[in-house]
């Protein structure tokens, strides 16, 4: 079935179609309906414009290509599962929440708290910006990724970022069994009480990162106006250039070119196993 340049105000306009192509239609009108695809199978969505709520809520096998969802597109899509977003603007809140294998490639978002509570999402190429983005997320694969927000990654799970720029402040707080590899990572309190967190030749800024993590590894990474850095954290860490300042680290050791300040506390300096190396000094 062909659903071709149409428009589409009423509730529940195309409920649970199946094998089906949607191109070229337009969700609006006074009509101010909701759920206009909602339990849909294995259908093709191109060329469309979303301005009404909820449009793709327990859609199973979609295909979402050129796609434009305004920010009155609110919660956009939930409780989907294999999804594949091309080259589409969504911009309404909470446009993500709660699905299962779900890839987005080339598409510009702009939806506070997206992404909340996913299972095997795939990001390739896309830019973000949001507040609350992929809380409690698991199995992740993102690669190319830009985002500009705040409280992003947190409690997120076994999932694996390449080639990323964040800027973002309290960025994987909680996270466990993370890999991020040759990215940008600009913001505050980096990776509070993470869990094996691991940053392989990553660029690092930022006041006071990476305090109180267990398992944590820097492998030939940079940090810049990176100040009372790893505060009560078990770390193995090898930084190319300078770090500003180290404070109270508990285990593992950290290796740089050179570090500002070593801060131990008094009830630090007789139990903390840390080895600490200074390459200038």
Known sequence: MKYENKTYGEERALYGIKDS?????????????????????????????????????????????????????????????????????????????????????????????????????????????????????????????????????QYIENSTFRNCVFKTKDAFWHAKNVTVYDSVIAGEYLAWYSENLRLVRCKISGTQPLCYCKGLVLEDCEMEGTDLSFERSDVRATVIGSIDSVKNPVSGFIRADGIGEVILEEEFKDVSVCKIEDFCH
Request: with cysteine; aromatic share 12%.
């Open 21 to 153: 192509k949607v191109i070229g239609c337009i969700f609006d009108g006074e009509e101010d309906g909701e759920s206009a695809l909602k339990e849909c199978r294995n259908i093709e969505v191109e060329n469309c414009y979303f301005n009404l709520r909820y449009p793709l809520w327990h859609v199973d096998d979609a295909k979402i290509k050129k796609a434009e969802m305004t920010e009155k597109c609110r919660a956009a899509l939930w409780y989907d599962s294999d999804i594949r977003i091309e080259s589409s603007k969504l911009n309404g809140i909470k446009a993500l929440r709660e699905c299962e294998g779900v890839t987005l490639s080339e598409c510009e978002i702009n939806s506070e708290e997206f992404g909340w509570r996913c299972r095997g999402l795939y990001v390739e190429n896309c830019t973000l910006n949001s507040q609350y983005p992929f809380f409690e997320c698991k199995d992740m694969n993102v690669d190319g990724l830009s985002l500009t927000g705040k409280y992003s990654f």
